[in-house]
């Protein structure tokens, strides 16, 4: 699976969209861009994941840039609640089901 | 309600003593893996199961045994823990290949 380069940490005002990126350069076609988040020692929580497109749901956007080296999560109007550590994962569809976990970025939301 | 259920939340023990951290999930999953989380070693994989009495080796396996008697419960045994095996804990689960994974509230563990 490729490997993801995230900034270790970023600041939002709260009520602001928080936009984290993820850099992923030697992506291959069949690998999904998947984010996580890990609020406080508690279980990572799955956010959202696409292949190309972007993609929208109630918690976030994703968007894949064309050449797919580099992605964004955004999320729209960030809360207190929003404070936690975001990982990006790259995974391919016949992977052995092992999310690699990096770094990722803490996302501090202030009031 | 769907969710992955770790139990203890909490363990203190001794050097040797034997121990079984459960994991049960409610989703008819395939796919279950535990996984341990240090200060600044990230969240890594121990063992993974891909279906019924079919378990294989993650990254960290030494010291860790697990079983997959049933799709919806996967425990983690430690037979011999040691204090290097304090830890976060973490059991998830996935329907398959490409989805989204849940993960459980975590079991930390210290040896002492």
């Known amino acids: 699976d490729a490997k993801t380069t995230q900034p270790p940490s970023m600041d939002c005002a709260e009520g602001r969209a928080a936009n984290l990126p993820c850099n992923h350069s030697?992506?291959?076609?069949?690998?999904?861009v998947y984010w996580y988040r890990q609020i406080h020692s508690q279980g990572p929580q799955y956010i959202i994941h696409?292949?190309?497109n972007n993609e929208t749901n109630e918690m976030a956007s994703l968007i894949i840039t064309e050449d797919r080296k580099s992605s964004t999560l955004i999320l729209p109007h960030a809360t207190l609640r929003d404070t936690a550590v975001y990982y990006c994962?790259?995974?391919?569809?016949?992977?052995?089901?092992?999310?690699?976990f990096g770094k990722g970025t803490l996302l501090t939301v202030n009031p | 309600e769907a969710q992955v259920t770790q139990n203890p939340r909490y363990l203190i023990t001794v050097t040797g003593k034997k121990l079984t951290v459960t994991c049960s999930q409610n989703?008819?999953?395939?796919?279950m893996s535990w996984y341990r989380q240090d200060p600044g070693l990230g969240l890594r994989q121990i063992y993974y199961?891909?279906?019924?009495?079919?378990?294989d080796k993650g990254d960290v396996p030494e010291g860790y045994k697990v079983s997959r008697k049933e799709k919806r419960n996967f425990p983690l045994i430690l037979e011999s823990p040691s204090p290097n095996q304090t830890s976060l804990y973490f059991c998830?689960?996935?329907?398959?290949?490409?989805?989204?994974?849940?993960f459980g509230q975590g079991t930390r563990l210290t040896v002492v």
């Open positions: 998830a689960s996935r329907p398959g290949q490409g989805t989204e994974a849940f």
């Open positions: 030697t992506i291959s076609g069949n690998e999904y």
């Open positions: 696409g292949l190309k």
């Open positions: 994962i790259v995974l391919g569809w016949g992977s052995n089901y092992k999310l690699t």
């Open positions: 989703m008819n999953h395939e796919y």
């Open positions: 199961s891909m279906n019924v009495e079919v378990t």
